[in-house]
């Protein structure tokens, strides 16, 4: 499977952004998805995960509130519509397919090694 994730660019403060996450097989629709961030010089950290139903979604403590994650199936799309943006969220966003589908509310999902398939990020850039 093969992901592409798109929709980045460049916000105020307080703005907001949808970014995309499309794959390109129907059987997409069945792995758990997640959303991932890099900022330069740090790690990698866990964003948002959703279920393949979408019907259970989890969010770092940092984004609840402000990041809302969901997904059409029938598009072969997931989404992460973010809102009240802070120049702390600028950062490479990469989304992620899991084909096991842990269950999104547990450490494992959270954990890159958990992943198997990753598109190549999008740029997010939050100015003060």
């Known amino acids: 499977v093969q992901l592409q994730a798109f929709g980045g660019g460049l916000v105020q403060a307080g703005g907001s952004l949808r970014l995309s996450c499309a794959a390109s097989r129907r059987t997409f629709s069945n792995y758990a998805v997640g959303w991932f961030r890099q900022a330069p010089g740090k790690e990698r950290e866990f964003v948002a995960a959703i279920t393949w139903s979408g019907r259970s979604t989890n969010y770092a403590d940092s984004v609840k509130g402000r990041f809302s994650i969901s997904r059409d199936n029938g598009k072969n799309t997931v989404y992460l519509q973010m809102n009240s943006l802070k120049p702390e969220d600028t950062a490479i966003y990469y989304c992620?397919?899991?084909?096991?589908?842990?269950?999104?509310?547990?450490?494992?999902?959270?954990?890159?090694?958990?992943?198997?398939?990753w598109g190549q990020g999008t740029l997010v850039t939050v100015s003060s």
């Open positions: 992620a397919a899991d084909r096991d589908g842990v269950p999104v509310r547990t450490v494992a999902a959270q954990t890159m090694a958990q992943y198997d398939y």
